[in-house]
């Protein structure tokens, strides 16, 4: 696949001559568990985080050339470490306001990062639903467009308590769920993402990992 619709326009930025610092590799579990779908919680693995002397920026792109981080307008490349991740570390004291440009059959195209959101579903709803009391769950859970944190997108959610994993797809990414893991919002069994850039009547579906 080449560009994904969200990823509309391509765009060039200017490239900072200082790049990311290497990134100590992911434990080889949460690695495995992330790319076969069957992780309860990547946004703990993939976005941004602070660490001891910066901020560590990690990407799933399983299709992608490259991917840097765009801060303030300078973009600077993170490393490839096989599988379609990509990581590196930033010397910044806080997490910023970023973008991803991300280079697909030699287009960049600058995106958010569905990973350095919050929950987009409140917790009146999971306790709820946790409970088998919410009585309008066709506005908590499926696709629901919204703006979140300022930003415009759809909020994907569906109650799989039993899976060991759950990923989004749909024709904004070739029907492959590999960059979209869910996460799993605490004892609720209700997975949740917030894609930004997806409008409404979107067609998609969840690839669920059952154990």
């Given at each position: 696949?080449?560009?994904?619709?969200?990823?509309?326009?391509?765009?060039?930025?200017?490239?900072?001559?200082?790049?990311?610092?290497?990134?100590?590799?992911?434990?080889?579990?949460?690695?495995?568990?992330l790319l076969s779908g069957a992780h309860h919680?990547?946004?703990?693995?993939?976005?941004?985080?602070?660490?001891?002397?910066?901020?560590?920026?990690?990407?799933l792109r399983p299709y992608a050339e490259s991917?840097?981080?765009?801060?303030?307008?300078?973009?600077?490349?993170?490393?490839?470490?096989?599988?379609?991740?990509?990581?590196?570390?930033?010397?910044?004291?806080?997490?910023?306001?970023?973008?991803?440009?991300?280079?697909?059959?030699?287009?960049?195209?600058?995106?958010?990062?569905?990973?350095?959101?919050?929950?987009?579903?409140?917790?009146?709803?999971?306790?709820?639903?946790?409970?088998?009391?919410?009585?309008?769950?066709?506005?908590?859970?499926?696709?629901?467009?919204?703006?979140?944190?300022?930003?415009?997108?759809?909020?994907?959610?569906?109650?799989?308590?039993?899976?060991?994993?759950?990923?989004?797809?749909?024709?904004?990414?070739?029907?492959?769920?590999?960059?979209?893991?869910?996460?799993?919002?605490?004892?609720?069994?209700?997975w949740e993402l917030f894609l930004p850039g997806?409008?409404?009547?979107?067609?998609?579906?969840?690839?669920?990992?059952?154990?």
């Amino acid at each position: 696949p080449t560009a994904f619709p969200e990823e509309a326009e391509a765009v060039a930025v200017p490239t900072t001559a200082v790049g990311t610092r290497p990134v100590a590799a992911l434990d080889a579990t949460d690695r495995a568990r992330l790319l076969s779908g069957a992780h309860h919680d990547p946004h703990a693995l993939l976005g941004a985080h602070p660490i001891p002397g910066g901020v560590v920026f990690r990407v799933l792109r399983p299709y992608a050339e490259s991917v840097a981080v765009v801060v303030d307008g300078r973009r600077t490349e993170l490393r490839g470490v096989g599988d379609g991740l990509f990581s590196g570390v930033l010397p910044l004291d806080t997490i910023p306001e970023y973008l991803l440009s991300v280079t697909y059959a030699g287009h960049a195209y600058e995106v958010q990062d569905p990973y350095r959101f919050l929950p987009a579903l409140g917790e009146v709803d999971l306790h709820l639903i946790g409970e088998g009391r919410h009585e309008e769950l066709w506005r908590a859970l499926g696709a629901h467009p919204m703006t979140h944190q300022g930003v415009t997108g759809t909020r994907f959610t569906v109650w799989a308590p039993n899976a060991q994993g759950v990923r989004v797809c749909g024709d904004f990414c070739h029907w492959d769920g590999t960059a979209y893991p869910m996460r799993s919002l605490g004892s609720s069994g209700v997975w949740e993402l917030f894609l930004p850039g997806i409008g409404e009547g979107t067609p998609y579906k969840f690839d669920i990992t059952r154990p």
